[in-house]
């Protein structure tokens, strides 16, 4: 499990070669880091007052029950050592399913609405919340693209992957995975918008369920003991409420801030979907079982945010 950061070959200089063989694709990281950066400077100062406190506090809430959410999951694989293939597979095509429509109907829709209201313009509303995708997606494209870590089906990868022992290529593509989900509770509730943040954290506790569970049997196959796996699993968990309150200070500012947010969450969730979660489930034969799962998650965000909103 130690990563090496000898001086003959540093991780960095490893990094920083990738980055001038990939310039563009650092140069998007680099300006989602900075736009983010810049979004967090200016709403420490708002944050200080006893309404912004609160909204915190209701983001660190939502991101703790999507902690648990994954514990949960994880705690069966002490006992398991594996579940059916198919079932794995529907289970992340539910989990697929309801970050689906809980970007749709709790990020995307809702920053459409937040930022037509401020700017008093459709067109400006939308391009806002597009804005705001783009450097979701470009952070995630960013992370993937330097960032060391390893899946079950597609092996290692990464720069300076080789360096890094499994366990931790592991860990790193969990935290790729869970941190747009924290971030997407804590923009959420950003404003205070309880009809928001919470079926948008209900949903994503409710999905961190199977996943928990599979990244603890995931572990578990590589050959990791069931008592480790299930701490790595529940660990990993702990990204959600950071997340959340990454995401609340990032839409908790100015104004243009909240429908920016909203969209970079809900981008950050469907980049997750569409590049990990879809391809996972797709690669062993059982697309057809993936595909209703994702059917009947997709169905009961739509309720949990029609009852809950």
């Known amino acids: 499990m130690q990563l090496d950061v000898s001086q003959n070959n540093p991780w960095w200089s490893v990094l920083r070669g990738h980055a001038r063989a990939h310039p563009l694709m650092a140069s998007g990281l680099l300006a989602s880091l900075l736009f983010i950066g810049i979004m967090l400077l200016q709403s420490v100062i708002l944050l200080e007052s006893p309404a912004q406190q609160q909204y915190v506090q209701y983001a660190l809430l939502g991101g703790l ?5 994954t514990s949960v999951g994880a705690i069966p694989a002490l ?6 293939q198919k079932l794995e597979d529907s289970m992340l095509g539910f989990a697929a399913g ?3 429509a809980a970007s749709a109907f709790s990020l995307l829709l809702p920053g459409i609405e937040a930022g037509t209201d401020i700017t008093h313009s459709k067109v400006l509303g939308g391009a806002l919340v597009i804005f705001g995708m783009a450097i979701g997606v470009a952070l995630m494209m960013g992370l993937d693209h330097f960032t060391p870590h390893e899946h079950m089906q597609t092996g290692p990868c990464g ?7 499994r366990a931790w290529l592991f860990v790193f593509a969990i935290a790729l995975h869970n941190l747009p989900e924290g971030m997407a509770v804590g923009v959420g509730f950003a404003q205070g918008d309880v009809s928001i943040g919470l079926p948008l954290s209900t949903a994503i506790a409710l999905q961190d369920i199977p996943e928990g569970l599979a990244v603890a049997l995931t572990l578990r196959a590589v050959g990791f003991s069931p008592l480790f796996s299930v701490l790595v699993a529940v660990g990993t968990g702990l990204l959600e409420p950071l997340g959340a309150l990454l995401g609340v200070g ?3 500012g100015f104004m243009l801030a909240y429908p920016i947010g909203l969209g970079l969450a809900g981008g950050a969730m469907l980049f997750v979907v569409s590049h990990e979660v879809i391809p996972e489930t797709h690669r062993n034969g059982h697309q057809m079982l993936a595909t209703q799962g994702l059917m009947v998650g997709f169905a009961l965000m739509m309720l949990l945010d029609t009852l809950l909103g």
């Open 65 to 69: 029950a999507c902690f648990i959410g």
């Open 79 to 84: 006992l398991l050592k594996s579940i059916p």
């Open 98 to 100: 309801m970050m689906l």
């Open 159 to 165: 720069p300076g992957n080789e360096r890094c022992g």
């Open 250 to 252: 990032l839409a908790g």
